[in-house]
């Protein structure tokens, strides 16, 4: 499948549709802000006019945009995928949503006779442009067979997780995690430089033992630097644990930790740092 579309050039989706530009995929971009198209058209890449003459032209159309609202948005109305897609044509959607919003994206799709499948990745900025993703992939194993090549381009990894909504349970669950892991890593890093350890030696000390991850490294440096240039939105952080807590009631699951850190995401919003990296939320911990 060389004839691809890719719908939202944001921080994840330039990185991607880059990599499959370089990697010789005839690749037509669209984005709202079609601004934002030009660097890929200097690539290489045909700019789209609108979602549907992207899904109308291409084999399969890949969309990476910001929440559930953007998704939907996407595939509805006169110039939507789903006005475009026709039969045989394939739709995934590597936005990070619910699943009940990946159903009712399916349900678009496949009235429209199309094949939709949900891509939801791990790995944020640098991932994304190594083409190291961990890609989440649910639905229709039709088009997850076909957009295998492309999903080996943008990603290291690529396990087919079933039926549709299991691919965003998976994103929630993992990222609910991350969020966790990084609102407690704040309070210890503050903890420790309040009680007069040194940032440095507390970072070097949890790298050297049983908790080391490339996350607390990487945004241990970033915390020490006071730098949150955005790899990871921090809005798009707090969506992930309000997807997630909000999953939890519905399958009367106790989260008591994401519900905490959670509050502290909301709370780096309130005070302006939505744009910044997740690291930011230190800002508020601190
Ligand atoms: P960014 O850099 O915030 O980019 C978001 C993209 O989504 C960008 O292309 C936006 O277009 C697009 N967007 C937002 N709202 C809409 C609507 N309503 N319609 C169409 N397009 C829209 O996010 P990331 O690339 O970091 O993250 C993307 C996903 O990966 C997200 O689900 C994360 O949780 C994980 P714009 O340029 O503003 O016109």
């Not at 890929?40 to 003459?53: E, F, H, I």
């Not at 996407?74 to 990070?96: E, F, H």
Request: net charge negative.
């Amino acid at each position: 499948m060389a004839n691809v579309g890719f719908l939202g050039l944001g921080i994840m989706g330039k990185a991607m549709a880059t990599n499959l530009v370089k990697a010789g995929f005839d690749v037509t971009v669209w984005n709202r802000n079609p601004e934002k198209c030009a660097e890929l058209v200097s690539l290489g890449a045909r700019q789209g006019a609108t979602p549907k003459d992207v899904a109308t032209n291409c084999d399969i159309t890949f969309a990476m945009v910001s929440d559930p609202e953007a998704a939907l948005a996407l595939c509805q109305g006169p110039d939507s995928v789903a006005a475009g897609i026709g039969a045989g044509r394939g739709y995934v959607d590597m936005s990070t949503v619910d699943d009940t919003t990946s159903k009712a994206i399916a349900d678009l799709i496949s009235q429209a006779g199309g094949r939709f499948l949900e891509a939801p990745v791990s790995g944020t900025k640098k991932p994304a442009e190594d083409g190291t993703l961990i890609i989440l992939a649910a639905g229709d194993q039709s088009l997850y067979d076909d957009a295998k090549s492309a999903f080996e381009v943008m990603g290291k990894m690529s396990p087919y997780l079933g039926e549709v909504g299991q691919g965003a349970n998976m994103k929630l669950v993992v990222n609910m995690m991350m969020g966790g892991m990084l609102s407690i890593f704040s309070e210890g890093m503050s903890l420790g430089q309040k009680a007069g350890l040194d940032g440095q030696q507390i970072l070097d000390i949890v790298d050297a033992g049983a908790m080391a991850n490339p996350m607390f490294k990487g945004k241990g440096a970033m915390l020490l630097k006071e730098d949150y240039t955005t790899s990871f939105p921090l809005k798009h952080m707090q969506k992930d644990m309000r997807l997630a807590v909000a999953l939890g009631d519905q399958l009367e699951q106790p989260l008591p930790t994401a519900a905490i850190a959670n509050e502290a995401f909301k709370q780096a919003i309130k005070a302006g740092f939505a744009e910044e990296d997740i690291a930011a939320v230190y800002k508020v911990i601190k």
